[in-house]
């Protein structure tokens, strides 16, 4: 029996007892009921109330997103992040892939899937196999030059996500570099339903991804392709980052 009929009932039987024996019985079999009320077992609505909350939240993540040309998905599981993943790689036609050492990458097995999917990789933010991309930077710098990108697609996590917005956020700090991400043509970034808040305020409560007792030296937020109107107010995609973008919600 859910918590809900548990209620229910006990709310039936006080007030079937009052209609057959008069008030004197009343007050104890509404002592009776509200002590099954405080006692029944809530843990039922308190999980129906939060899916609510984080389905509200995510299709509202996803609506926000693609109305900014981004593209955004729910997925239910790593396994179903992964596929998705793998989905976007064959339709983007990507020949290269960056991938952070975000946990959200790991978990979803991207690192397994590239090899499978037998593509060109480099590591990114930190981790074994960095090391070529960190020389690439280091060499660009002395020959004042842009980096050259053997990538298309870059594949991160977050530190937040705003569904008011279908804004994804980073915060600045080791491990959390923006070069190799902002500088490829296409990103796609993982976000756990955990991850995802109404609208800014959402990020700067206490814990959240911007607390205001831990805050980076910077912020970086994203809401869907690079675009710009700047030149005669035409709009470009692709001028000051990626020209694609999406973001996957797993959980």
Known sequence: MSARDEILDSLQAASSTRAEHGHAHTHAHTSQA?????????????????????????????????????????????????ACVKDLIARWNIRGVAYSADPMVASAGIPALLAELKLPVQRLDGGPGEAPWREELAAAAREKRAPTVPWDLAIIGCDGAMAETGTVVHRAGKGHGRGGWLLCQAQLVLVDVSQ?????????????????????????????????ADIEQTLTVGVHGPGRFCAIVVG
């Open 34 to 82: 509200l002590k099954a009320i405080a006692g029944a077992n809530l843990s039922g609505f308190s999980r129906a109330i939060s899916t609510d909350y984080n389905v509200a939240l995510v299709e509202r993540f996803c609506e926000r997103l693609r109305s900014v040309k981004g593209e955004a998905f729910n997925a239910t599981d790593a396994a179903a992040a992964a």
């Open 196 to 228: 995802l808040v109404p609208d800014l305020e959402g990020l700067f409560v206490s814990g959240g991804a911007l607390d205001k007792d831990d805050l980076p030296r910077a912020i970086t937020a994203i809401t869907g392709p690079s675009r710009t």
